[in-house]
């Protein structure tokens, strides 16, 4: 998965579902641990979980499957971890209190609209 495609097919997907605030952070200079981080917001439990199914779905149709995921549960921060790419789909006060764009301040940015 080096190439920014399945990033931004995970964008897509969830602006298909009407996320906001849609982010692809590229982290490859960053750190070692994952390429991207793709960051989205939802209004509710009910759409966070409606983004990262579709997120998952999109992905699996490219032969792809997270190794990892966190946060079904709760709906508030669903983690969808693909290794080299890194799925985050929040609630918009979860997302605002972790900050995850001021904590990888040093990654390139591309914010991804619908």
Do not use: C
């Not at 080096?2 to 931004?8: G, L």
């Not at 994952?34 to 490219?62: H, M, P, W």
């Not at 985050?88 to 914010?111: K, M, N």
């Amino acid at each position: 998965m080096s190439t920014i495609r399945p990033a931004e097919r995970a964008a897509r997907a969830a602006l298909d579902k009407k996320a906001t605030d849609v982010v692809i952070l590229d982290l490859r200079r960053a750190t070692d641990f994952t390429d991207y981080f793709v960051l989205a917001s939802g209004a509710n439990q009910k759409q966070i979980v409606a983004i990262a199914d579709a997120v998952q779905e999109t992905l699996r149709a490219q032969g792809l499957r997270p190794s990892h995921i966190e946060g079904y549960p709760r709906g508030e921060w669903i983690l969808l971890d693909y290794d080299d790419l890194v799925v985050h789909v929040f609630t918009e006060r979860t997302r605002a209190f972790y900050d995850l764009e001021r904590l990888w301040g040093g990654a390139t940015r591309q914010e991804v609209n619908g």
